[in-house]
């Protein structure tokens, strides 16, 4: 310790539950924190890119807030170009685009107000399931921390005070 005492020893039980629900937040954390981005008059634009195998998804949620001109353009790594599409949208008006990836790789994509302002959320869905791996690894952490705090004996530590 710092203040030059001593500190027992953290038990591995502990160490297992700590590191077990520290998985599980950092899951919930990658899952849930999907935030839409405003496109006005200074970024009318969103590029960003994905790492996808065959038969994830790329799902664009976009929502005008002014009559607006929307595009979309995916391109594979290479620089081919697989989807270019455009929508015209009320004001108020929400639209969903999907699109399946037929062959594995990175994707970038670009969307894109031409003209008008809204927003744009862009959410990855894997066919695979491979980003929820950290739930099961998590769970199992904490219940071997749970068990190994079963089985542990409790050191006692009896003092006696002398005047």
């Given at each position: 310790?710092?203040?030059?005492?001593?500190?027992?020893?953290?038990?591995?039980?502990?160490?297992?539950?700590?590191?077990?629900?520290s998985?599980?937040?950092?899951?919930?954390?990658?899952h849930?924190?999907?935030?839409?981005?405003?496109?006005?008059?200074?970024?009318?634009?969103?590029?960003?890119?994905a790492?996808?195998?065959k038969g994830?998804?790329?799902?664009?949620?976009?929502?005008?807030?002014?009559?607006?001109?929307?595009?979309?353009?995916?391109?594979?790594?290479?620089?081919e170009?697989?989807?270019?599409?455009?929508?015209?949208?009320?004001?108020?008006?929400e639209?969903?685009?999907?699109?399946?990836?037929?062959?594995?790789?990175f994707?970038?994509?670009?969307?894109?107000?031409?003209?008008?302002?809204?927003?744009?959320?862009?959410?990855?869905?894997?066919?695979?399931?491979?980003?929820?791996?950290?739930?099961?690894?998590?769970?199992?952490?904490?219940?071997?921390?749970?068990?190994?705090?079963?089985?542990?004996?409790?050191?006692?530590?009896?003092?006696?005070?002398?005047?």
């Open positions: 310790m710092a203040g030059g005492g001593t500190a027992p020893s953290m038990k591995m039980s502990d160490v297992f539950l700590l590191v077990g629900m998985i599980l937040v950092g899951g919930l954390i990658m849930a924190w999907v935030s839409p981005a405003s496109l006005d008059g200074d970024s009318q634009s969103r590029e960003s890119g790492s996808m195998l994830d998804t790329l799902t664009f949620e976009l929502t005008a807030d002014t009559p607006s001109s929307v595009s979309i353009v995916i391109e594979h790594e290479g620089g170009e697989v989807i270019d599409e455009s929508w015209t949208l009320a004001s108020g008006e639209m969903e685009f999907v699109y399946e990836a037929t062959e594995g790789g994707y970038v994509y670009n969307v894109t107000f031409e003209s008008g302002d809204g927003e744009v959320l862009v959410d990855v869905d894997r066919k695979t399931g491979l980003d929820f791996v950290a739930y099961p690894i998590g769970v199992a952490m904490i219940g071997f921390g749970l068990y190994k705090r079963s089985i542990e004996e409790e050191d006692v530590i009896d003092a006696e005070l002398e005047d």
